[in-house]
Each structure stands twice: as C-alpha cells, then as structure tokens.
C-alpha cells in the first residue's frame, strides 16, 4: 500500500442491464467523496490490478449465476485480488420484500466460497431493478407479474451506508488518513 499517495480504489461490475452499474457508480461516488482515487470499470476492461490498493468488485445475479464477465475476472486477478482488500455486492433481488427469500439464489454457493477464499472483506446483496423496457417474453412476464412498486429494489441509503464503511475501514489504515 502505497503511504505517499492518495489510497486508488477500483470498483469494478459486471451488468446486464444497467442496475448494477448504477450501484457500482454510487460506490464510487461515495468512496470520491471520503478522498479516495477511484475508478469505476467494467470487469471486461480491467487488465492489471497494480495500480489499485483495493478492490470493490459487484455482478447482477440471474437464476443463481453471476455474470460471466465477473466471474471471469475473478479467475483471472485470483492471485492479486488475495492480496488486497476485497469487498463484494451482488444485485438483483425485486419483487415483494415482505415475502421471503431463498438465500441460494441471492448468493450463488460457488462465488460465496470463492470470494471467501480471496479473503474478501465482506459480500453484501443490494435489491436489484426490474428492465423498464424488457426483451423477451421471459423478461416481459418477470415485470408484468411484479407490481411496480417493488421493480426497483435498490436502496441507495444502503448502499452508500456500505460504500462510506468501506471508505472507513481503508482510510484508517493510511497514515494521516
């Protein structure tokens, strides 16, 4: 960790339809606003994890599955991502918040055990976002059966609560900060 400089963070996501880059721009923003150098990518344009002194990484979770680009860049920065903080989201539950949720499908079992693996600091779930403009019968009858107060599930308190812990817990540990 690098003492002389401001403490460079990358969030990274992996999305399909915007909501979980939605989230990951939040974090960032959040994290900005405490002093930290942030970066906000794309899982696909991380090439070299060097630069950074932490690591945020999110992925929009579907019928149990991250998203193969998150995936993928957990297998490829494996080596990097152990040494370095690490703090994980997961998005995607909408719907009835009253009604119960099956956890197995908000986490799914193998990137939990991965994640843990790495060391990760912490994986939260955020609520996720119904498309506004679905493709697909699959993705029509998941809104058209939702009522749409419960199409977006975010909830950006939350979510900046988590990121501003993050900035805490990194800033504590530079010098001065």
Known sequence: M??????????VY???RGSTAEIAEVIAGTLRE???DVECLEGGEVSDLSPYDAVVLGSAV??????????????KHRKELAKLPLWVFSSGPVG?????????????PRIVKTVE???????VVFGGRLPTEPNGPMEKA???????EFRDRRD???IRAWATGIASRLLSRVPGG
């Open 2 to 11: 690098r003492s002389w400089a401001v403490m460079r963070v990358l969030v």
């Open 14 to 16: 992996a999305s399909k």
């Open 34 to 36: 405490a002093g930290l």
């Open 62 to 75: 579907y019928v149990k599955r991250w998203r193969g680009e998150a995936k993928r860049f957990l297998r």
């Open 96 to 108: 009835d918040p009253n009604e119960p949720e099956d956890p197995s499908w908000l986490e799914p």
């Open 117 to 123: 693996e790495l060391g990760a600091r912490e994986h």
């Open 142 to 148: 998941m809104v058209e059966g939702t009522p749409p």
């Open 156 to 158: 950006w308190g939350e």
